[in-house]
């Protein structure tokens, strides 16, 4: 049977069509963005939709490669700055696609087994220590007010029919072709050739670093699920990284004399603490393989090897 | 300024049209079928759109009515067992319809206060007393999942952009011209010349019973909130009432000789006990002015007054 992926052009969506075809995988995907030819061939893709997670598209998927055995849920907002500008976009990306692709599940491939990818930001800026996934839920923006509302929905047709879902909750994914957020942001300013960087917040914020590399391992893992209707699992290491020493890695990996400095300045919403507790992962069993040091040290080779 | 109802056309928004235009207010509504001329002037409704909640439509509103001062968001699923066949429907119906509200006041109408009709389904079968509002929810079908989802996404147009909302978890609303439901069903039978009625159940299961005339009240008098941005409360008496009361009152107030009997057999997911936590409501202040004895001897009124 073939297997599927839902926003399969996106960072992680790319990294893991790679993954599941290098597995032996037959691998088909839908999403926003037109992938060429040559491009799917790179990647090991069979077939791509360009286009909504809608009834007919998702039919049109079956008639080039049969039912899908698992689909892997990527498709979704993936900015919190953005999901603030443009709410009912992020909804509709995040919301509204999982309503179409669950409802079509009920009526087309009741038996297939969907891996979500969720976000820690469920959990929300009030957990000082490790956060379980029993812990409460208080999303501090819409991109995790959304995320959350994709889970109550995965439950309620896991409940009323039997939809089986897993869902994992991603920490703070980073890897090769990563092209925002923190280390994308401090390997430009290095690129330009600043060597003071002034960076918000205090420096001791503390994130769950997970290599993506990792990550589409256990998303390939979990499509082998149990026969539980529902599973909510954290997608974390459990190993805090402060902002601070992550810092402190790309420059020495960059090499060079540069300094960094923190404002204090902390961005209203922003947790001080998003580590997991990785209990459940670690008993699936799962053992993540990239230390962030390695892994963050390649990202600086893979940034400084690209043409920008 | 006017005061807008969605959903105005369904059981709820019909009673509560005709209440706020008694109290002098300028009522406008949005929601599925036509209301004629002659049926509007009856109701008090200014103006009626027969539609989708859509940026087009609401904006449509504004210009036959003005900027709204306040909005009840009535529009939503509203039958579990429906959910259950249709939940896709019932999903677009309460969330897609919330979404594009929610968004459309962002826009247009930031200072509106919504005051938004929510559902007890929400908190599940597993509660044994009184609920109160922070009492762990756990829906049991689609139509308490998507009441449920539909909270959340208020709470967020909240907490980012200080939407104000009030959300009321209704109990069980009854009232004269409620076509379905128990106290139809039963009338429907008496009706028909049924003298020795067969229920399911018990007969010990207990609901909060509220009349729509007491409820529409609550409603209307949820529109002057305070300034906290979101607030949730229990739109019910706290006063349990078996189905076996219930099937008292409605046989008396029918008269003559009729026998209840109960099957024991328990519909799964349907609470033992559903039952408000009235605390909130009391500090309001709101009275409860309709005992369950006279509104159902009302009801049973209406119902034999009826062509059918």
């Not at 009920?106 to 800026?125: D, I, N, T």
């Not at 819409?142 to 089986?164: N, Q, T, V």
Request: with cysteine; proline share 4%; hydrophobic share 40%.
């Amino acid at each position: 049977m073939s297997v599927w992926v839902t926003g399969g052009n996106g960072f992680i969506g790319r990294h893991l069509i790679a993954h599941l075809a290098r597995e032996g995988e037959r691998v088909y995907g839908i999403g926003h963005g037109a992938i060429d030819e040559t491009d799917r061939r790179k990647l090991g893709l069979s077939d791509w939709i360009n286009g909504e997670i809608s009834a007919p598209n998702l039919d049109g998927l079956v008639e080039r490669g049969g039912a899908p055995g698992a689909i892997f849920h990527l498709a979704g907002g993936s900015s919190v700055a953005r999901s603030i500008e443009q709410p009912y976009e992020d909804f509709s990306r995040t919301v509204g696609a999982t309503a179409s692709l669950l409802e079509w599940l009920r009526y087309s491939a009741r038996e297939c087994r969907l891996v979500v990818a969720s976000s820690a930001a469920v959990y929300g800026a009030h957990h000082a220590c490790a956060i379980s996934e029993q812990a409460s839920t208080q999303p501090m923006s819409p991109y995790g007010h959304h995320k959350l509302i994709m889970e109550h929905l995965c439950r309620s047709y896991a409940d009323s029919f039997g939809i089986r879902v897993t869902i994992v909750r991603l920490f703070s994914v980073y890897g090769p072709s990563l092209r925002k957020q923190l280390l994308w942001d401090l390997c430009v300013r290095l690129g330009q050739g600043q060597r003071e960087l002034m960076l918000g917040g205090t420096g001791n914020e503390s994130r769950d670093w997970i290599d993506v590399r990792d990550v589409v391992r256990l998303l390939a893992r979990l499509q082998h699920g149990d026969s539980t209707p529902l599973k909510v699992l954290n997608g974390g290491s459990g190993i805090p990284t402060s902002v601070a020493e992550i810092a402190q890695i790309v420059t020495n990996a960059w090499g060079g004399n540069i300094a960094v400095r923190f404002s204090g300045i902390v961005r209203a919403g922003d947790p001080f603490s998003l580590v997991a507790d990785a209990g459940q992962l670690a008993v699936l069993p799962f053992n993540w393989r990239i230390p962030v040091h390695d892994g963050i040290a390649q990202y600086v080779s893979w940034f400084k090897g690209q043409s920008h």
